[in-house]
């Protein structure tokens, strides 16, 4: 079963990636556990591709408009775009972006590979004034952890204009919201880790493009380097698609209502989500998306402790990293000392999920009482903290 162009996104997240109609056989394409395979076969050893990369690649595919190519984790999927670039070349990007992927820039600078003109891309004109000369304009819509929304469509023209190809990754909005190559991006990058996987349970990364040709280059890092997905992880990701749709609308739906009632509260001082009329993100968001998503940033009054505190004391959101689960988390990003400097201390970014709307809101509104009040449990905010956040 294929799904066709005729059919609607929702449609294309359940019919897409299906094994032939053949009686008796499963519809959903079987976890495939090998290495090597029989001689004469279009795949001898599974570094070369596994049916179940397959079939999550052609529901990606489907659903982003374009060609997939999947990785073993979302930073997989960005070290093969940024490998694109020649030695020397030049990329455009913002400090607040993915740390990974900033930290990934560092190093290539550090090390000679790549160059970086650092910009704030919600700057139309800044990026522009950067674009002449540059191999790579790096967007990441709407932005992590600061949750600013760049004009996606303006930076993706006048990077046209200029001849450069552009990465957009759009993890945070998934390919339900945020469908960069209809806006003329080379490379669409997302993290499946996060909402096409759904349930914490999996890495995974995926990149897909418009032109099967540069999808090759891809598929060779992937090979070479050894960044391939594992099968479990394909077969949950793609099972994690077949309810991505209802997903995002419960926890965008969630998300407006908690982030309208956290802005109204005497205690939340910022709440940054480009689905509040007063965001500076809304307008671009109902331009180029279909959804502002269910990721917000909230900013406690009492600075980075209550913050931290808070992040304790809540009991039905998870204190953990991460977003897109059915789960609801939320942490303070400052905890990791390698978060850009750009992100205020008090920074939490909350996941919303997909339980009662009702029931979030109780947690949220006792946490910040029970947190105004009582110690946060950790002497230092950031000790602890591993060298490698997310
Ligand atoms: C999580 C994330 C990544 C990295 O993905 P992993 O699957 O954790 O390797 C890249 N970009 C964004 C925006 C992310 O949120």
């Known amino acids: 079963m ?9 449609t294309v997240a359940i019919a897409a990636g299906r094994p032939a109609r053949v009686s008796g056989a499963p519809f959903n394409e079987p976890i495939t556990l090998a290495s090597a395979l029989h001689a004469d076969g279009p795949t001898g050893y599974a570094r070369d591709g596994l049916r179940s990369w397959a079939a999550l ?11 997939a190519v999947s990785f073993s984790s979302g ?26 992927v900033r930290q990934m ?23 522009a004034d950067a674009m002449p000369g540059a191999d790579l304009l790096w967007i990441e819509a709407p932005q992590n952890p600061l949750m600013a929304l760049a004009d996606v469509p303006a930076l993706a023209a006048s990077a046209s204009t200029a001849g450069v190809p552009v990465a957009v990754d759009a993890t945070l909005a998934s390919p339900m919201l945020l469908r960069p190559l209809e806006h003329g991006a080379t490379w669409s990058i997302h993290s499946a880790t996060k909402y096409l996987g759904g349930h914490a349970d999996l890495l995974l990364g995926v990149v897909v493009t418009a032109d099967p040709a540069t999808a090759e280059p891809l598929d060779h890092h992937r090979h070479l380097h050894g960044a391939t997905p594992g099968a479990l992880e394909t ?24 982030a309208a009632r956290l802005a ?15 965001d500076p993100g809304h307008q671009r968001m109902r331009a180029f998306m279909d959804g502002p998503g269910g990721v917000l940033a909230i900013e406690p009054t009492g600075g980075a402790e209550r913050a931290e505190a808070l ?9 953990a990293t991460s977003f897109g689960g059915v789960e609801s988390t939320l942490e303070r990003r400052k905890r990791w ?18 339980e009662h709307v009702e029931d979030l809101w109780d947690d949220l509104a006792h946490a910040l009482q029970r947190s105004r009040t009582a110690p946060s449990g950790r002497r230092s905010a950031t000790r602890g903290a591993r060298a490698s956040g997310r």
């Open 75 to 100: 930073l997989a999927a960005c070290a093969a775009v940024l490998a694109q670039v020649q030695i020397g070349g030049t990329v455009v990007a913002a400090r607040t972006i993915y740390m990974g």
């Open 105 to 127: 820039l560092e190093e290539a600078e550090n090390t000679g590979r790549l160059v970086t003109r650092w910009v704030d891309l919600t700057d139309t004109d800044a990026v």
């Open 311 to 319: 992040c304790h004391a809540t009991e039905l959101f998870t204190h």
């Open 264 to 278: 109204a509260h005497p205690e939340i001082e910022r709440v940054r989500y480009c689905g509040l009329p007063a």
């Open 57 to 67: 690649e052609a529901a990606v595919g489907a659903l982003d408009g374009g060609h």
């Open 235 to 258: 077969y949950l990701a793609l099972r994690g698609i077949r309810t991505l749709p209802l997903r995002i609308q419960r926890a965008q739906e969630n998300a407006l209502e908690l």
């Open 2 to 10: 294929t799904s066709g162009p005729q059919h609607r996104r929702e």
């Open 337 to 354: 000392s390698e978060e850009s400097d750009e992100v205020p201390p008090a920074l939490v970014r909350v996941n919303v999920g997909c």
